[in-house]
């Protein structure tokens, strides 16, 4: 970013690319604090209402994370670390990290491909391409219990939709119980959230594809290259930060996942599709074990605030619009 | 899978079949059509489905999964449009988006602003944490924002839901807004405070209007975070007065879970709003999602 140092006092609110202190140095004391004045007075509505009802409560969880409390009055019963280590021991929440990563995994490794090659597909000229592409993002729309509580009767033990329309295909093998079996809950509850999500991946694919230059594929083209390695080192290579992006999206949205849990499964059969909000969710809300919830809430957290460092750290770099290294990389 | 293919591509003088250029075409991406139908369909069986099932009984339902009703029963539909609490729902939905809206997109703007044009110590470390905003799962606080919301009286109060959806929703808001100010160029700036206006007056006689693209984008995607929102209503309204539609259509599914064709024309009903308003902002909601994830 060029330093334009606009020497000129008079301009008093200066264009956000400078260097604060070069150009601020500059300026009369008394003139620098009221400017500062100025510019943090805005912030202070969105300061506020952040500070109230992000931070504050998650500063609250950690204290109370250090309690056995059971939610009423105030924290009592201190109990140090005890919550924590009580938590590396849970099978449940062990569990959940493990399905978790099962559900990131299939994710990267399943949805986004299939969101990609859909992208690619709808970015050519094909008749009604955009109203599939509404059509394919259109569950993205709808709330997770709206979206949950059909498919829970589509899938439901024997005669569901799905069990019928496997039968009528001679397939009455493959079907079953579904969200009841075990083994099936969480494969069924990603198939769900595949129908969910796959569209909204697929947009931010097509947004990318339409930002790679038509000419490229043409000289490839040109040159002899086929689709397979025009898409292979073109396309691919230059849907890069966009990939990079779905994938950081993806992932956090597993962590957090739990309204279409809760509508369909409750984390049953036995656990089997549990995640860990929906683990919070039963022991703050079920249980009453405020301070081992809070614990979880702060794992949760530590858990998405390190795995976002690591990526924007090592993964989202080199794309110099990352969230949090935009100003120090345009600087 | 093919590039975008041009119309006149260079492949049609190379190929010596005795077929015109656009029938070849149209034969080779035969294949396309059929996978797009495909997933199509597979998109479109649940919701199709959930009407169809709405307008049978629900021993049609167990009879006859697939066909047509016969007779079509509307009563399951017209029974919930007359029903005082589906509107009350309506209304105490809508009421939480806009209130939700209204508050978010004014704070962000403000603060979109400051950080956007002015220089100031503190100002990158301000955006910072607030971009770490954007990584906070509304999960992780759920339970300290109940106890919070309890000490300050705020349960089974539509502010209980309004305040909390907004400041989660400011991070996202706010990346997106900074953005947007950022590339207005700084010589109207200068111009405007030459002409005597207070950074106010620009902010919000110049810069807002100059933003209206960008404020509806986000207004969009505030509007719909808010109606889908499940969590916090769940746990703030106790009482059914002030419940929220995805509130409503889960307490519905518990009480009449007997009666499954009841229940899918509850669920079509709850749907048409939030297609609808995707009919409508089509354009903003998606400019707004790739705007969050290329800028955020």
């Known amino acids: 970013m060029n330093t334009t140092s606009t020497a000129v006092p008079a301009a008093q609110p200066a264009p956000a690319e400078d260097a604060p202190s070069a150009a601020e140095n500059r300026r009369p004391l008394a003139r620098r604090v009221r400017d500062w004045l100025t510019a943090f007075g805005f912030t202070v509505p969105a300061l506020v209402l952040f500070g109230l009802f992000v931070l504050l409560p998650i500063g609250y969880a950690l204290y109370v994370s250090f309690f056995n409390w059971g939610g009423f009055g105030a924290p009592s019963n201190f109990v140090g670390a005890d919550n924590y280590v009580r938590l590396l021991g849970d099978p449940v929440f062990l569990g959940d990290l493990w399905r978790g990563l099962l559900l990131v995994l299939a994710s990267v490794g399943l949805q986004l491909p299939f969101a990609l090659a859909v992208a690619v597909l709808l970015n050519q000229k094909l008749r009604g391409r955009a109203f599939y592409r509404m059509l394919f993002f259109a569950p993205y729309v709808l709330s997770e219990v709206i979206t949950g509580v059909p498919f829970s009767m589509i899938f439901a033990p024997d005669d569901g939709l799905a069990d019928k329309v496997l039968g009528a295909i001679g397939l009455d093998g493959l079907g079953g119980l579904w969200f009841a079996d075990q083994d099936w809950a969480l494969p069924t509850l990603f198939l769900v959230m595949m129908w969910k999500y796959f569209g909204f991946h697929m947009m931010l694919y097509l947004a990318g594809l339409q930002g790679i230059p038509a000419e490229l594929h043409e000289a490839a083209r040109l040159d002899g290259a086929g689709p397979w390695h025009r898409f292979r080192h073109i396309t691919l290579p230059l849907l890069g930060p966009t990939i990079r992006m779905s994938v950081f999206l993806s992932v956090i949205g597993a962590i957090q996942l739990f309204d279409l849990v809760w509508v369909v499964t409750q984390g049953g059969p036995d656990h089997h599709s549990e995640t860990m909000a929906v683990t919070l969710f039963q022991f703050g809300f079920k249980r009453y074990q405020i301070g081992y919830a809070s614990a979880i809430s702060i794992a949760m957290f530590l858990i998405s605030l390190v795995f976002a460092l690591l990526y924007q750290r090592y993964v989202l770099r080199r794309d110099t619009e990352g969230a949090l290294t935009s100003m120090r990389a345009t600087r | ?296």
């Open chain 2, 1 to 296: 899978m093919s590039g975008p293919s041009r119309p006149g591509g260079l492949s049609i003088s190379s190929s010596p079949s005795g077929l015109s250029a656009p029938a070849r075409r149209r034969l080779r991406s035969m294949p396309l059509y059929v996978v797009v139908w495909l997933i199509g369909v597979v998109m479109v069986t649940p919701l199709l489905y959930a009407v169809v099932s709405g307008f049978k009984t629900t021993d049609q339902l167990s009879d006859n999964a697939f066909g047509l009703p016969s007779p079509w029963v509307v009563s399951n539909y017209t029974d919930i449009l007359a029903s005082s609490s589906f509107w009350r729902m309506l209304g105490s939905s809508t009421l939480i988006a806009v209130g939700t809206t209204v508050l978010t997109v004014g704070a962000a703007a403000l603060a979109a602003f400051a950080l956007a044009r002015f220089t100031f110590r503190g100002r990158e470390l301000l955006f910072t944490l607030f971009t770490v905003g954007l990584m906070f799962p509304f999960a992780v606080a759920i339970l300290p924002l109940f106890i919070l919301l309890r000490t300050f009286g705020l349960l089974d109060n539509p502010w209980g839901v309004i305040l909390p959806q907004a400041a989660f929703g400011l991070p996202m808001t706010l990346v997106i807004l900074r953005g947007f100010f950022r590339e207005i160029p700084g010589e109207l700036e200068e111009a405007a405070t030459l002409d005597g206006c207070s950074p106010f007056g620009f902010f919000w006689r110049v810069l807002l209007p100059m933003a209206r693209p960008a404020l509806g984008t986000v207004s969009v995607l505030a509007v719909v975070g808010s109606w889908n929102n499940f969590l916090l209503p769940l746990l703030v309204f106790s009482e059914p007065s002030w419940w929220t539609i995805p509130v409503g259509v889960q307490q519905f599914q518990g009480q009449y879970a007997a009666d499954i064709a009841r229940v899918f024309a509850y669920l079509v009903i709850a749907m048409i709003p939030a297609l609808g308003f995707y009919a409508v902002a089509e354009r903003q909601l998606i400019g707004g999602i790739t705007a969050g994830a290329t800028k955020g």
